[in-house]
């Protein structure tokens, strides 16, 4: 009997030993970190700098943008967030670890954070020499004449949400204008990317690939913040479910499809495949990777460019002098909406002030954009670090730090028009398409449509917030915001 239960004891014992020396090994690790790795004398919570699993558990709360915003309100412009990983809200930082470095590789999007969709690059991940290659041919579709020839294209889609708008105003009824911004986004992209929109303005009915585009881009960042963890990868891919998976896989096919069948068209239209086709050449872009492209593409100008509508909207109806100001400048400065052009629209000095300030204060990426120290080692903002240290700058920390802007949480566009109060305002920590080579190609684009719609609606309606969306914000994110609906009663302007 005896013997029997020694078959029992010993594997107990066993089992018993392994985990204590896990656990041993996990502690001794923790104050190794945080007292003799060599970020050890940077600031920051303790617990944060003995494991990553700390910093991921905020990452999952949601709250991670306005946790790091405290953090470096308590710790200064310097946190570390990781036993390897730190947080910077200093300006420096842009040019020092995302720009150009003169006769040195640029410094790396972190591998850990940055998830490929597939195996074939794409200017969201890509080596530095791949990167240049692509971005050269695809920067022809983000060119000012290029713009200018698709001017056209978005008047068409901006005009056609007026008239639903128009529709809905007549019938009475509020609106969530978060959906109708995300349709019309949705659909020019898709015009532009591939020939064809999605209809959703058309039908007024939404597409399927919307909802899966936000999940898909979460799903990914997800799976990236498990990579830190040795051993977790594994257990989040068995955990997640089977409709992600799948939903995944299909994001990937249908983007693929519609670029196979737009690279099939024969057309003269000035969208993005056209002059991609038009100056490819031997040294130009694969097939693969100008469907990996398409992937990028949609998802970068839709899902951001609606979010800023959306927040700035809100802001504006929070700040009624400042809505006014804005209204009264758009409709003194235009005698109908059809004479509202891209061209006129640079020239209104406060609609470009609430553009800027819209996208400082509801950056339409919060959260942490990092890059990885080369094997040498570098300095960033006066101090030695090792290679191999993860370099992070999460727009909302940066942009809302009282160290870079007086007044942090107003809205106030008067900062970028000169007003003495702002005089102090650090501009340059203000890069709301990131920086240096690797910056957003469709930075010129964006800025366009932002002001075609904004202008176009406040020509249009008096917009009033509805009581449901006084609290609209805060809310959460996951590299982009899960913001909830906006729900907004439109008054047709009489004239």
């Known amino acids: 009997m005896s013997s029997v239960a020694g078959v029992f004891i010993i594997p107990g014992l066993v089992i018993s030993f392994l985990i204590a020396l896990t656990v041993g090994y996990f502690v001794v690790l923790g104050i190794y970190n945080i ?68 006769g040195k590789a640029q410094m790396q999007k972190d591998p850990l954070h940055y998830q490929k969709h597939n195996t074939t690059p794409s200017l969201h991940v890509s080596s530095d020499a791949d990167h240049t290659r692509m971005r050269r041919l695809i920067s022809h579709a983000f060119s000012d004449k290029a713009l200018r020839e698709q001017e056209s294209i978005m008047q068409s889609y901006s005009n ?30 898709g015009d532009l990317c591939y020939g064809e929109s999605f209809g959703c303005l058309r039908d007024s009915k939404s597409h399927p690939w919307i909802d899966i585009i936000g999940e898909s881009i979460q799903a990914f960042y997800y799976i990236g913040l498990a990579r830190r963890i040795p051993g977790l990868q594994k257990l989040m891919f068995k955990m997640m479910p089977k409709k992600k998976i799948e939903q995944a896989a299909w994001h990937s096919k249908f983007s693929s499809d519609l670029a196979d069948k737009r690279m099939a068209m024969v057309t003269d239209r000035p969208d993005f495949m056209s002059y991609i086709l038009k100056y490819n050449d031997e040294k130009g ?11 990028v593409l949609i ?30 400048e758009i409709r003194s400065s235009f005698i109908s909406s059809d004479d509202i052009t891209i061209g006129k629209l640079v020239h209104l000095k406060y609609l470009t002030g609430v553009v800027e300030e819209g996208l400082r204060i509801y950056p339409p990426v919060p959260s942490n954009m990092p890059r990885v120290i080369p094997e040498e080692g570098a300095i960033v903002c006066g101090k030695w670090l090792p290679g191999g ?10 942009f809302h730090s009282p160290s870079n802007f007086a007044a942090p949480d107003e809205f106030h566009p008067e900062r970028w028009l000169g007003d003495p109060f702002f005089s102090n305002d650090d501009k340059p920590a203000f890069q709301p398409f990131s920086s240096g080579p690797r910056n957003c190609i469709g930075k010129s ?11 176009k609606i406040l020509w249009n309606f008096d917009l009033e917030l509805m009581p449901e969306s006084e609290n609209w914000f805060p809310h959460e994110m996951v590299v982009i915001w899960n913001s909830p609906d906006l729900h907004i009663k439109l008054h047709p302007v009489q004239r």
């Open 35 to 102: 007292t003799l790795h060599p970020l050890h004398s940077f600031p920051g919570p303790k617990l944060y700098a003995a494991t990553r699993l700390a910093w991921s558990a905020n990452v999952i709360s949601g709250k991670s943008a306005f946790i790091l915003t405290d953090l470096h309100k308590k710790y200064g412009e310097v946190v570390r967030i990781g036993p390897n990983e730190l947080s910077y809200t200093n300006s420096k930082v842009w040019k020092e670890v995302f720009g150009s470095r003169s």
């Open 160 to 189: 056609l949400l007026m008239q639903r708008l128009h529709e809905r105003a007549r019938a009475g009824s509020a609106v969530n204008i978060k959906t109708w911004y995300h349709w019309t986004l949705f659909d020019l992209f």
């Open 285 to 295: 872009l694969t097939v693969p990777e100008i469907r990996s492209n398409s992937n």
């Open 299 to 328: 998802p970068g100008g839709s899902e951001t460019t609606g979010t800023f509508l959306t927040g700035t909207t809100w802001h504006l109806l929070k700040n009624p002098k400042v809505y006014k100001t804005l209204v009264e």
């Open 389 to 398: 240290t993860s370099v992070a700058v999460a727009p909302y920390p940066m």
């Open 445 to 455: 684009l964006a800025y366009a449509e932002m002001r075609l719609v904004l202008a």
